[in-house]
């Protein structure tokens, strides 16, 4: 069974503090997605890392995938308010067709 | 454009019966994923087809489960009978290639009492 292990579950912090969230598995994906997701809602896309060692970024959000590709790491500058929601990692995984395995999710709330 | 769309939003059953969830995918996507997310826990695959064909059903937990694509358009995902362990949130997702992006519907919460 493969699993992507989040970290951490939850995490509250203040306006312009920093913060890293981390995935991790024991398989290697083919590519992996970062979403954020509201209430109510599904799923939005943040960005997918496709190659060992991809650093990306987006605005205040870096993004980056191990050299093995079975990790990840999302870090956010300056958190803000904004930036309160639930973010999940997903790996996709090569099976003849492409299976997404997700992680359980890191929900952030930033106080102003 | 409108985004993928999911039918109804919230479902309410007893145990023993059924319920049919809809999903409608983007215009034009041959791809379409259903996912659930029990509570407390990750989001997890179910299935995917490619226009009205299973690729994947790996994910599917059991044989009261019945996913449908007839005509490679919306699709429909079925539990007869429901039992407890099945609430959660379904969602419904699609893409225009494999490896493009996957586009999510709202769920459908599903509680069976």
């Known amino acids: 069974t493969q699993l992507l292990e989040q970290s951490p579950q939850f995490l509250s912090i203040q306006e312009g503090e920093n913060l890293t969230v981390y995935c991790n598995s024991s398989s290697v994906f083919s590519s992996l997605q970062w979403y954020r997701q509201e209430p109510g809602e599904g799923p939005v896309l943040l960005v997918t890392?496709?190659?060992?060692?991809e650093v990306k970024k987006l605005k205040r959000l870096t993004f980056q995938f191990g050299d093995a590709r079975k990790d990840s790491s999302l870090h956010i500058t300056a958190a803000q308010p904004g930036d309160t929601g639930l973010y999940l990692c997903a790996g996709r995984i090569n099976t003849g067709g492409f299976k997404t395995i997700f992680g359980a999710g890191t929900r952030l709330f930033v106080k102003a | 454009e409108a985004g993928v769309t999911q039918f109804p939003s919230h479902s309410v059953i007893e145990k023993g019966q059924t319920v049919t969830l809809r999903c409608d995918p983007i215009s034009g996507h041959d791809n379409l994923y259903w996912y659930r997310r029990v509570m407390g826990k990750e989001i997890k695959f179910l299935l995917h087809?490619?226009?009205?064909?299973?690729?994947?059903e790996s994910g599917m937990p059991n044989n009261r489960f019945l996913a449908e694509r007839t005509g490679g358009t919306y699709s429909t995902l079925k539990v007869q009978p429901a039992e407890l362990e099945d609430s959660g949130v379904y969602f419904c997702?699609?893409?225009?290639?494999?490896?493009?992006?996957?586009?999510f519907g709202p769920g459908t919460r599903l509680t069976v009492t």
């Open positions: 890392v496709v190659t060992g060692g």
């Open positions: 087809f490619v226009k009205e064909s299973k690729q994947d």
């Open positions: 997702a699609s893409s225009p290639g494999q490896v493009a992006e996957q586009y």
